[in-house]
């Protein structure tokens, strides 16, 4: 009598634990402390379990960590920085260039050396090279046309208006809007109209119109630079030439 009782209470007493194992919540354990557990029952097979279990846990075990983080490179390298370092420096030189225009232009001399620098061809893009491992056509000695590659040049205003499009293009918030709908690149667009025909004055030689062409892209070019996070013109940040190398942008041994 006393054994069945015994058994009895043993019987209900495992119930009672199974249906509290059943109903109570277990607080999540930690990768760790799961790895520790299972590697703590020995053996090669366990200790290559755990070290399983430990590498899927950090994968999928902890969504909510590698959200917050927002990548490795939330905020380093988006769009606009990168625009800034790149284009910032040229951007800078091309309107220290474009101020030095308004003392002769204000001057009447809109043939004036500085002005006609400013549009000519007069910066090097790229340096004439031989091609490597070419191999001249028949006919030709030690490498014709076809191995060398040709000297580019361009101008200070070509990349200025070049410079502008693209930084200006970078401040896109929408990714489906078209560059035209931009409005530092419509911005830049109104500039560089009354820059082409502040060109075309100064080379008729007519100050009257060369004056009010670069009075109105001076205008143009304010609300350009203030769109894209840059000094106004009359600021002294343009009173000298500007560094147009591009720095390097590191993140611990990665660097673009």
Not at 79 to 95: E, L, M, N, S
Not at 158 to 172: H, I, K, P, S, V
Not at 218 to 243: C, F, H, I, M, W
Request: glycine share 8%; charged share 20%; proline share 5%.
């Amino acid at each position: 009598m006393r054994l069945a009782s015994l058994l009895l209470a043993l019987q209900l007493g495992a119930t009672l634990a199974l249906h509290q194992l059943a109903v109570v919540p277990r607080a999540p354990q930690p990768c760790g402390a799961r790895a520790a557990v299972q590697m703590s029952v020995g053996g090669r097979r366990e200790a290559l379990q755990a070290a399983a279990a430990a590498a899927l846990c950090v994968a999928v075990g902890q969504p909510q960590a590698a959200e917050a983080s927002g990548g490795a490179t939330a905020g380093k390298y988006t769009t606009i920085p990168i625009a800034k370092r790149r284009y910032f420096g040229r951007v800078r030189q091309g309107v220290y260039e474009f101020i030095s225009m308004e003392a002769p232009i204000k001057a009447g001399d809109p043939k004036n050396a500085i002005i006609a620098g400013f549009f000519s061809q007069s910066m090097l893009v790229k340096k004439e090279k031989k091609k490597a491992n070419c191999v001249a056509a028949p006919g030709f000695l030690g490498g014709g046309d076809e191995c060398v590659s040709a000297e580019k040049t361009s101008s200070r205003w070509e990349d200025l208006q070049l410079a502008m499009y693209l930084l200006g293009n970078a401040f896109r918030m929408d990714s489906g809007k078209p560059p035209e709908k931009v409005k530092q690149v419509k911005q830049a667009k109104l500039f560089f109209a009354e820059v082409e025909k502040l060109k075309k004055a100064s080379a008729a030689g007519n100050a009257k119109e060369a004056a009010l062409r670069y009075a109105l892209a001076k205008e143009a070019l304010d609300v350009y630079l203030n769109d894209v996070e840059l000094p106004p013109t009359d600021s002294g940040e343009y009173s000298g030439a500007a560094d147009t190398s591009v720095p390097s942008l590191c993140q611990g041994s990665f660097c673009i």
